[in-house]
């Protein structure tokens, strides 16, 4: 392994920064958990001082107190303010770090005449606990250490101060070589997650788009379809079919990669219209049924098949579909001058609980704008 990726834990940066999500939820998971320890150690000392048991002098009351009472804020601010602690999460760390450590220095000098402890048990859980980058958190640790071994040479009897800095260093070294081992191993569980997410997310959009177009195949259409109508839809909701005119001319006169020309045009006019976002297809299906988006499909052949959703009334939908159709009449690819289009319409029902009927209607409405020329819309009653 090259030195120059150390700081990052043996991985490139552009893996670093396809795991920055995770790395920055498993931060603020990790500071959540050791605050709440942290809260729960104060209380405990808190009370022993009180209570004047296990060598807890009542004298250091208020310092417990005090930073018992630091936990609890902590704790509500982690609560309260969850969106700005996602968005500042290494501010927090940092801040939390800062906490635990001033907390470990002042316990040490409250108790000159015992060599600390508590100290340089928390300095390895910071280590093991935040990924940061290995520079940052290696200065953190060491000005950590620095500020310790100060308060123990200012405050303490030189013996106890010697043996403060060899348990320090000991425990630093140890530290900062857990730090990497720890952090290069969750890296690599990060962008294993990473490329399994990614496969499944591949499988998804195979499974659901049709790779000619970019639009929904026939299965996944209408399960989307089914599971927007089997919920809650009182809204106002259009299903639409559209088939290419004289579409086996094309093939015949253009050859069939001026058909798949064709087809893959009327495709991106279709999600272009209809303001159909395709840039993360993996979660398309969630977003458009949870947030009442249109969606698209290619039934097969040069049919398509579109559900239109967020408009209001019927004069809105047929203003869509003549901007559609005025756009696929003027194509102009090569030798092919303009693509024809029958376009049939039909309004969701209150009493659709599936997309059957009123796919029937739809054809029946398309079916009438073949027979009364082509390329025209109809709209069925």
């Known amino acids: 392994m090259r030195l120059k990726f150390a700081n990052l834990y043996g991985y490139y940066k552009d893996n670093y920064n396809d795991c920055i999500d995770m790395i920055r939820q498993t931060n603020l998971r990790h500071v959540a958990i050791l605050n709440r320890w942290f809260l729960i150690v104060n209380i405990f000392f808190l009370v022993f001082s009180i209570m004047s048991?296990?060598?807890?002098?009542?004298?250091?009351?208020?310092?417990?107190?005090v930073f018992l009472g630091i936990s609890v804020l902590f704790e509500v601010m982690m609560f309260v303010f969850r969106k700005s602690v996602q968005k500042y999460s290494l501010p927090i760390i940092y801040i939390n770090m800062c906490i635990v450590m001033i907390y470990g220095i002042l316990a040490s000098v409250?108790?000159?005449?015992?060599?600390?402890?508590f100290f340089i048990v928390l300095i390895v859980v910071i280590a093991i606990s935040y990924i940061d980058t290995m520079a940052r958190m290696t200065i953190a640790l060491v000005v950590f250490t620095a500020a310790f071994l100060i308060a123990s040479y200012t405050q303490k009897a030189m013996t106890i101060a010697f043996q403060d800095t060899y348990n320090s260093l000991l425990c630093l070294s140890l530290a900062v070589t857990l730090h990497f081992a720890f952090q290069r191993t969750r890296m690599q569980q990060f962008i294993t997650h990473q490329k399994n997410v990614q496969i499944q997310r591949e499988l998804e959009i195979k499974s659901s788009f049709d790779a000619l177009t970019s639009l929904l195949n026939r299965g996944r259409?209408?399960?989307m379809a089914g599971s927007v109508?089997?919920?809650?839809?009182?809204?106002?909701?259009v299903l639409c079919l559209l088939d290419l005119d004289e579409f086996k001319q094309i093939n015949d006169k253009l050859g069939h990669q001026m058909g798949d020309k064709a087809i893959?045009?009327?495709?991106?006019?279709?999600?272009?219209?209809?303001?159909?976002?395709?840039?993360?297809k993996w979660s398309f299906q969630e977003r458009a049924v949870r947030n009442g988006l249109s969606f698209a499909g290619r039934l097969g052949g040069d049919e398509f098949i579109v559900f239109i959703r967020g408009k209001s009334k019927k004069e809105e939908i047929l203003t869509l579909m003549q901007e559609m159709l005025k756009k696929l009449n003027q194509v102009d690819y090569g030798e092919l001058k303009g693509i024809h289009a029958s376009i049939g319409i039909t309004e969701i029902l209150e009493q659709d609980m599936d997309i059957d009927d009123a796919y029937r209607r739809a054809d029946e409405a398309l079916y009438e704008s073949k027979r009364a020329g082509k390329n025209q819309i109809h709209f069925s009653k």
């Open 53 to 65: 048991i296990f060598g807890v002098r009542s004298s250091m009351t208020p310092f417990y107190a």
């Open 110 to 117: 409250a108790q000159p005449y015992m060599a600390a402890t």
């Open 221 to 223: 259409f209408f399960a």
């Open 229 to 237: 109508l089997r919920g809650y839809h009182n809204e106002y909701m």
């Open 264 to 280: 893959q045009i009327a495709g991106n006019t279709i999600t272009e219209v209809m303001e159909i976002d395709l840039k993360e």
